[in-house]
């Protein structure tokens, strides 16, 4: 896919991007390259690939749903200055 310097400067245009006159023509080359690795990957057949969460064969080590921190709620709120219905209360900071 070819893209001329108009295109590049009305896609610039619709983005809000302010491009230096000299800035177009690398711009319009970059363009062109990632449009055309775009192309090459959809020209890929991929029919009957499953897809991958992750590019290596691994597997997520998972630890036991297991309970491992003691309550300490009592142990806790003993330290709060104010405290009513088993929260901390606050100075209040929004009017």
Known sequence: MSLDQKTVEHVAH???LELAPADVAAMTAQLESILGMIAEM???HTEG???MAHPLDLSQRLRPDEVTNADEREK???TAPNQAAGLYLVPKVIE
Do not use: E, F, N
Request: proline residues 8%.
């Open 42 to 44: 959809q020209a890929i």
């Open 76 to 78: 806790l709120m003993a």
């Open 49 to 51: 690939v499953s897809p």
């Open 14 to 16: 619709l983005a809000r």
